[in-house]
């Protein structure tokens, strides 16, 4: 995959807009209490099971929606998974995109830039994700978190260039702290939950090492597990 040239991250469509208003984000469930078997690591629960089953069906509508509108031009959509930590996110929200997207198919691709709790900077993609084809076809990239936004933009300016009608993104939880002042007007295009504080968050495939992905919620991981 052809990696973006540092200016293409000063124009990148995810940057500048506030695309439609399926955006917008539900306030979450607060105090539903940890599960006994989860007290050791978790220290809250931050969106409850509910909560998210809840917005990810809302999600669901308005994604299908969008695509029903603008894709008539298009040879069709791809909707990414970027693994490992959108895995159960992409898998409910793609049964939750109904009526189906005429020419939806999924794919995964593989991309990190978190080392333990803190994001390194550096985004690694995986070399098979050039091989996905994208020509003329809208691109709908799913996320577990966006952070700080590299990976966002790193994986939108390569898929423009290997031919791509548009690309956007969906993420479960939009963390908005973890962006500096020249990177804060960056947002996914869909976002289920935003978080507006410096917690790092495990369930739901959020993970700390590979670790907690299978919660079924999302929590607060206790800072004792990691410091």
């Known amino acids: 995959m052809t990696l973006p040239h540092p200016e293409n991250s000063e124009t990148s469509s995810f940057s500048l807009r506030a695309q439609h208003n399926a955006t917008r984000v539900r306030p979450s469930t607060m105090g539903d209490a940890v599960p006994p078997e989860d007290t050791d ?3 809250e629960v931050l969106y409850s099971e509910s ?3 809840a ?21 069709g959509l791809v909707v990414l998974p970027v693994m490992s930590g959108a895995m159960i996110f ?19 691709i593989k991309a990190k830039s978190y080392e333990g709790t803190s994001s390194s900077g550096t985004v690694k993609v995986d070399a098979n994700a050039s091989q996905i084809n994208v020509k003329d076809k809208d691109v709908l990239l799913v996320e577990d978190i966006v952070d700080t ?3 966002m933009v790193t994986l939108e300016n390569a898929f423009y260039e290997n031919g791509a009608a548009s690309v956007r993104m969906v993420s479960l939880i939009d963390k908005t702290i973890g962006r500096s002042t020249e990177t804060s007007s960056l947002k996914p295009h869909w976002a ?4 507006t ?13 590979g670790a907690y992905r299978e919660l079924e919620y999302v929590g607060v ?5 990691y410091s």
């Open 41 to 43: 690591v978790v220290a």
């Open 51 to 53: 909560a998210i089953k």
């Open 55 to 75: 917005r990810v069906a809302e999600l669901g509508v308005e994604i299908a929606e969008y695509y029903r509108d603008v894709s008539q031009g298009s040879e």
């Open 90 to 108: 992409a898998a409910d929200l793609t049964r939750a995109m109904r009526p189906r997207v005429k020419g939806m198919v999924v794919e995964t």
């Open 149 to 151: 936004g590299g990976t």
């Open 192 to 195: 289920g939950f935003k978080l």
């Open 197 to 209: 504080e410096n917690k790092f968050v495990v369930g739901y495939g959020l993970d700390f090492n």
């Open 221 to 225: 991981l206790k800072p004792e597990m």
